[in-house]
Structure formats: structure tokens, C-alpha cells
């Protein structure tokens, strides 16, 4: 089965108005928020309900650990879920109910659209102490914990299952075959468009034996500032020692090299905050930041005011 390229998401196989449509039926009959990810599991945020996540799963999602958990969750129930052609409704890593419905065409997997969420009964003590041994060793505030579950969704297994098999058979209704044709083939030529401006990029640098190694490093960060990255990490991508690699970025960039992922992120903070309404709670996380009090110093830096002031000053810009 194929993957699509990075080009091709979610949100270019249905419209917002679409999933707002799909997200209106499925929240009136079953009252559960959606969470479209594409195959890499990051969020397609126009296709998200608004906010998609309880307060119990933005509490765990804003630690590092559960942010890196909720992540691999995610592409492991949108697998056995493209795998097996059918939702796939599972305890996650946190203790509570997640389904998934994959988002197929003939054979190209686009992603999954997540729901759920909830528990099947209401918590207890038990809940506690396997929600302690889940987290062993990590630190979380037992109290906001207790509240946060205790404000989930109750939802009988059975009415999972008919939710899970209601949002698929919407989703396959909306899927146009024409339209993703078409993206295919727009797709392929984005593809070799990118990568002939990459080559005539190269071919003008005159110190192209090293430099170039700085192009898989920029596109490493690009890609993956929403996670914690080592300096070994992004060199791996290179051919270059880190100290040849960090000398040669500062060098030619003018920049450290974990100057520009700073950007990176605050960058993509910026975007968040004007096009999505999520607190900044869940935008740190989302843009790499495990540490809030230091995400919200760095973007006032950067930006020359915190991420509230900057929202409202170009949200409609």
C-alpha cells in the first residue's frame, strides 16, 4: 500500500466545509470531538473540531513524554486501522478510549480521523494507580489529573463501535475519486518541481562539496521541530562531523544552527496562533516546546510580545 507525498494531506482531500458537515452529524448523534492526523500523525488542524482534545488529554499532552506518546499512538492506530480496512478502537498510552477510521483510496493511505476519547466507565481508584504505573517515574499533578479525568466522556463499548463504523461510511461518501486523481497528478509534478529548484539551487552554490549538507539539516528541522532534536540527530542526515556541520551552518547561515530551529518553531507558533484556536498550552508542545514558562520567554523575544498580545494584533491578517 502506498503513502502519499508530503505535498498530498488530508486537508487537500476534503474541504473544510466538507469536514465540518461530517464533524456536525457525528457530534450531534454521538457528542465526541474529531481529530484528522495525517500518516506521519501530525494534526491536519483545519480539519480538527475546535478544541478536539479534552482537558485530560491536553493535560497529558502537555508534557513532553505524553506528547511523544500521544504522537506514536497515533501512527500505530492509524496502521492497524489502514491495515485492516475498519476502525480501530483501543486503550491508548494514557488509559483512555481512542479510535481511528483510516482514510484510504485505492490503495493510498492519507491519514486517519480520530474520535473518541472517553471511558467506558466512570473512574475510579483503579484509574489512578494504573494511570501511575502508565507514567512511573514522570511528573504529573495527581489532583488536576483526578479532575481531568473525572470531566471525560462516559461512552458504552458498544456505542464506540457504531461511532467508529458512522464516521467511515461518511468519510468514504465524501472521498471524490476525480478529485483524488487529480491530486495524484498534482502531487507528482510538485514533487519534481522541488526537487529541480533544489538542483539549480545546488548547482549555483560554489562551495557545494560541503554546504550542501546544510540543505538536509534545514529540511530535518523543518520537519520535525515539533519534537525535542539533538544536535547527532540532525547530523545523521549530513556527512559532516557536528562540529563541522554546527562551524559550517553558523558560517554560511550567519545564524547557530539551533538559532534557526528556534525560528523554526516560533515560526510555526505564529501560524498556529492565527489560524487555529488553540491555548497556548497545546501550541507549545505542538511546536516542540515540553517546557511552557520557557516557550512563552522565547516567543516574546522573538516576537516582542507574548503569544495572547500576538494573536490578537494579526489574527485577521
Not at 484509574?127 to 481531568?148: I, L, Q, W
Request: with cysteine; glycine share 6%; proline share 5%.
Amino acid at each position: 500500500m502506498s503513502t502519499p507525498s508530503s505535498e498530498m494531506e488530508l486537508k487537500d482531500i476534503f474541504t473544510s466545509a466538507q469536514f465540518k458537515a461530517i464533524e456536525s452529524s457525528f457530534v450531534s448523534k454521538y457528542g465526541m470531538p474529531l481529530e484528522s492526523c495525517g500518516t506521519n500523525g501530525k494534526e491536519s488542524l483545519s480539519l480538527c473540531s475546535s478544541p478536539c482534545h479534552p482537558y485530560f488529554c491536553r493535560v497529558i499532552r502537555n508534557s513532553r513524554p505524553g506528547a511523544v506518546r500521544c504522537r506514536r499512538d497515533r501512527r500505530r492506530w492509524m496502521n492497524i486501522a489502514i491495515q485492516t480496512g475498519k476502525p480501530h478502537i483501543d486503550v491508548c498510552h494514557a488509559g483512555i478510549m481512542l479510535g481511528c477510521v483510516p482514510v484510504v483510496y485505492r490503495g493510498t493511505q492519507f491519514g486517519g480521523v480520530f474520535f473518541g476519547k472517553c471511558l467506558l466507565k466512570k473512574p475510579g481508584k483503579a484509574f489512578g494507580r494504573e494511570f501511575r504505573g502508565r507514567f512511573k517515574g514522570f511528573r504529573f499533578d495527581g489532583d488536576e489529573v483526578r479532575r481531568a479525568a473525572g470531566r471525560l466522556k462516559i461512552v458504552p463499548e458498544r456505542q464506540l463501535v457504531r461511532a467508529g463504523e458512522f464516521l467511515q461510511s461518511r468519510l468514504k461518501r465524501a472521498l471524490v475519486p476525480a478529485k483524488v486523481k487529480v491530486l495524484r497528478e498534482q502531487s507528482a509534478l510538485r514533487r519534481a518541481e522541488k526537487e529541480s529548484k533544489r538542483k539549480r539551487l545546488r548547482a549555483a552554490m560554489p562551495y557545494i562539496s560541503e554546504s550542501s549538507a546544510i540543505w538536509p539539516a534545514m529540511e530535518y528541522m523543518n520537519h520535525h521541530y515539533d519534537r525535542p532534536i539533538t544536535l547527532a540527530e540532525i547530523t545523521r542526515t549530513t556527512k559532516l562531523s557536528e562540529s563541522r556541520l554546527s562551524h559550517l551552518f553558523t558560517e554560511k547561515m550567519g545564524i547557530t544552527l539551533f538559532d534557526y530551529l528556534t525560528r523554526v518553531r516560533i515560526r510555526n507558533a505564529k501560524r498556529l496562533l492565527q489560524t487555529t484556536d488553540w491555548e497556548c498550552l497545546q501550541i507549545g508542545p505542538a511546536v516542540g516546546y515540553d517546557n511552557q514558562s520557557y516557550f512563552m520567554r522565547t516567543f516574546k523575544r522573538l516576537a516582542g510580545a507574548t503569544p495572547q498580545r500576538w494573536r490578537i494584533r494579526n489574527k485577521h491578517k
